[in-house]
């Protein structure tokens, strides 16, 4: 099954989208007293795959973030309006869309980058889950609540497509023609036929008036949440794989989330193989799946950025370091767990049930022991641990 499908560059926000933000960002700072960073060439975006895309094409401007105490509030306007740029992309690029049928409108959908925006999204709000002022942790569960809204209206569409389920897709692409474009349903949705996003316009009002943390306290609040998503992998239950739904796809959406939310941060979190970050795992079982991985969910990497390779990351106090291949670790086995699901979960769909069938399930068994014994999990909790 097509996860998600290829994003364009016209779906990044524009040039003058981002010299906007860049400008308001320079004011603030000028306002502040600060001496403004100088701006570095926005680098092109195209033909990169999936949610990673959004993620990586959004790093470079969410890593420049201006006021210390609009950290999080430039993290999530970034990304609001990166959604917004979207939905308003495809309206444009469908003007008849409003008038076409369910089932077209939820085609149109699945092809479009709407979910792996909304993904982007939501990864940020799990981060920012339990924020401690009420105002901005009632608003991040709001934005929150709606990205999964998104993602999830797309996601059981395609998946009943997929399967050709004819009655439960007829059911789903009602439901997300009505719930993201608001056709067939007396209520808004995300975007209406004249482009208007009321919801994301909301949320973006509401960031200038919360009060937030300021960026010392966010970052190390950030940084624990990564810790916690990682450990509540360790913690939880996955009964030997024996549900798709329950276990298989649970164990892969929650360790997702790891580098959905890690990418959104834009720098807070950085890789690198040089001095103690040097790969210590004894075997690397997914090497082969986590190039793809890296392509989604790649982070910056300081090895790349320095001219001297004996220079110890360690003492670069701007980002939070992990192993290279740790990390590569962690994507491949998202992407292998991917690779099994989408091998069984039309079959499953199909005969009604939940149950693995007993070949994927084994098979799932020890994709999910090799990662848990390589040490990846337990080293990347500690080495992000080491930063707050």
Request: one cysteine or more; hydrophobic letters at 35%; charged letters at 30%.
């Amino acid at each position: 099954m097509v996860y998600l499908q290829q994003l364009s560059a016209e779906y990044v926000l524009n040039p003058l989208e981002i010299k906007e933000m860049q400008v308001k960002q320079q004011q603030r700072l000028s306002e502040s007293g600060q001496k403004p960073k100088k701006e570095g060439p926005m680098k092109k975006v195209s033909g990169l795959q999936k949610i990673g895309v959004v993620l990586v094409s959004l790093a470079g401007i969410v890593s420049q973030s201006a006021l210390a105490d609009t950290v999080s509030q430039e993290r999530f306007s970034t990304l609001l309006r990166q959604n917004i740029a979207v939905l308003q992309s495809v309206v444009k690029k469908n003007p008849d869309l409003f008038d076409k049928s369910p089932e077209k409108i939820g085609e149109i959908a699945v092809k479009s980058s709407i979910r792996g925006t909304a993904f982007g999204l939501q990864g940020l709000a799990r981060v920012y889950a339990g924020y401690p002022k009420k105002e901005a942790n009632e608003l991040f569960e709001d934005i929150d609540k709606s990205a999964k809204q998104i993602e999830d209206l797309i996601g059981t569409f395609e998946k009943y497509a997929s399967a050709k389920k004819k009655d439960d897709m007829e059911k789903a692409a009602k439901s997300l023609a009505a719930g993201i474009f608001g056709v067939g349903s007396k209520e808004d949705g995300f975007i209406d036929k004249n482009g208007d996003t009321s919801v994301f316009d909301k949320y973006l009002r509401e960031l200038e008036k919360v009060e937030l943390l300021s960026a010392s306290k966010d970052r190390e609040f950030a940084l624990k949440a990564l810790a916690k998503i990682l450990q509540d992998v360790k913690d939880k239950d996955y009964h030997e794989m024996s549900r798709l739904e329950r276990d298989l796809h649970e164990f892969r959406r929650n360790v997702r989330w790891f580098p959905i939310g890690a990418s959104a941060l834009g720098g807070v979190l950085e890789t690198s193989d040089i001095g103690k970050f040097q790969c210590d795992l004894k075997k690397q079982n997914f090497a082969k799946e986590a190039e793809a991985g890296l392509a989604k969910f790649r982070l910056d990497n300081f090895n790349n950025k320095v001219d001297d390779l004996d220079q110890d990351p360690a003492d670069e106090p701007k980002a939070c370091f992990v192993s290279e291949c740790s990390y590569a670790e962690l994507v491949g086995v998202v992407q292998a767990f991917g690779d099994i699901k989408d091998g069984i979960e039309n079959k499953v769909i199909n005969a009604g049930g939940d149950d693995t069938p007993k070949k994927a399930q084994v098979k799932a068994n020890k994709v999910y022991e090799s990662f848990m014994k390589s040490g990846a999990l337990d080293g990347l909790i500690k080495q992000i641990e080491k930063c707050y």
